[in-house]
T-cell receptor
Framework: SAVISQKPSRDICQRGTSLTIQCQVD?????MFWYRQQPGQSLTLIAT?????????ESGFVIDKFPISRPNLTFSTLTVSNMSPEDSSIYLC?????????????FGPGTRLTVL | QKEVEQNSGPLSVPEGAIASLNCTYS??????FFWYRQYSGKSPELIMF????GDKEDGRFTAQLNKASQYVSLLIRDSQPSDSATYLC???????????????FGKGTKLSVIP
């Protein structure tokens, strides 16, 4: 596996503001993904972070609300824009490793976001 | 609509017993199947993956896959209180043309192992 870190680990934000979450991996990966896990719910895929090109968003998620960057093979950011209390959630990045033939995803520790 | 279904539980088993967790999926094109364990307040941790019909064993864990029935299960032998967590079933389907996989999660089964 790989060591995946996320910053911040948690934050409390005011509505209308934006927060950028960072995901860093200690080895090269093929794919990076961003998920949301709302309280008591399972994981929902927000988007696939593509290196050097625009992210691929799932139905119900748009770039204006969740802009994503991936400048290289080991780093990605997710911004939650113009936040509302409904955005309170855990945000998780996951990766598929370069040195494996499987499509297994490994998850970072998550960012717990509370919007007041 | 691609779906993954799990019984939400809670499933309670005594320490030392076998815990059986079940999952069904709707898309016959699903290719890869995963079980993740998630402790409260933590991120999902991979337990096992399985690609072929049959059983796959790893220590106290056995994953079982039946593609004809669209059914995957996880057995935990000699259950321990430390196994108490939510177990998430996930399946992947290749996105045609994109060359990538989309992982779809069930809502998870909460397991409680009673000492």
């Amino acid at each position: 596996s790989a060591v995946i870190s996320q910053k911040p680990s948690r934050d409390i934000c005011q509505r209308g503001t934006s927060l950028t979450i960072q995901c860093q991996v200690d080895s090269q990966v093929t794919m990076m993904f961003w998920y949301r896990q709302q309280p008591g719910q399972s994981l929902t895929l927000i988007a696939t972070a593509n290196q050097g090109s625009e992210a691929t968003y799932e139905s119900g998620f748009v770039i204006d609300k969740f802009p994503i960057s991936r400048p290289n093979l080991t780093f990605s950011t997710l911004t939650v824009s113009n936040m509302s209390p409904e955005d309170s959630s855990i945000y998780l990045c996951s990766v598929e490793l370069l040195d494996t033939s499987t499509d297994t995803q490994y998850f970072g520790p998550g960012t717990r976001l509370t919007v007041l | 609509q691609k779906e993954v279904e799990q019984n939400s539980g809670p499933l309670s088993v005594p320490e030392g017993a076998i815990a059986s967790l079940n999952c069904t999926y709707s898309d016959r094109g699903s290719q890869s199947f995963f079980w993740y364990r998630q402790y409260s307040g933590k991120s999902p941790e991979l337990i096992m993956f399985i690609y072929s019909n049959g059983d796959k064993e790893d220590g106290r864990f056995t994953a079982q896959l039946n593609k004809a029935s669209q059914y995957v299960s996880l057995l935990i032998r000699d259950s321990q209180p430390s196994d108490s967590a939510t177990y998430l079933c996930a399946v992947t389907l290749r996105n045609s043309g994109a060359g990538s996989y989309q992982l779809t999660f069930g809502k998870g089964t909460k397991l409680s192992v009673i000492p």
